[in-house]
Structure formats: structure tokens, C-alpha cells
């Protein structure tokens, strides 16, 4: 069973990441063939399909000329620093 916040977030990059497609006015069959998957894998991760492996998620970042934003992943680490933080006290 699939956390409903989990749910929730890859829904939302599922938009961000239509959203991106429709400002390059590229149909869901360009972004299918620049990330070498069908057009029903790019349908599933725009709507937010928890089954569709981080790696498509990569390919469709590397067709929208996103590919470095997969590099924000866990890049704000808040609580992870505090607990480092607190360590060396």
C-alpha cells in the first residue's frame, strides 16, 4: 500500500512534469520517442503511476532538457543535516 503523501507527491510531479511537455508544445508521442518508451509509460508518469521505475522518470527529465533536476532528489536534507548537527555537539 502506497503512502497517500508518496501518492500524492508523484502526482504532482506527474503534472510538473506535463506541464513541462505542454510548454515545449511537445505531444506525449515526442516526449515517448526522445526517452525510448511507449506513449502509454509517459501517460502513466504524468499521472502519477507509482509502478513506472525512477529510471523512465529520468529518461522523460533527459527528453524534457531537464535531466539535472533529477539531482534535486534529497538535495535539502533539513532534518538530516539537524541530526548530523546534533551529533557533534
Excluded: F, W
Aim: net charge neutral.
Amino acid at each position: 500500500m502506497m503512502p497517500r503523501v508518496v501518492a500524492e507527491n508523484l502526482k504532482t510531479m506527474g503534472e510538473q512534469l506535463m506541464l513541462a511537455r505542454k510548454r515545449r508544445h511537445l505531444s506525449m508521442q515526442d516526449v515517448a520517442e526522445r526517452a525510448s518508451v511507449t506513449r502509454l509509460t509517459i501517460s502513466k508518469v504524468e499521472h502519477g503511476e507509482p509502478t513506472v521505475a525512477i529510471g523512465i522518470y529520468a529518461r522523460v527529465l533527459y527528453a524534457l532538457n531537464l535531466e539535472s533536476d533529477i539531482c534535486l532528489l534529497a538535495g535539502n536534507d533539513a532534518l538530516g543535516r539537524d541530526l548530523q548537527d546534533a551529533e557533534l555537539k
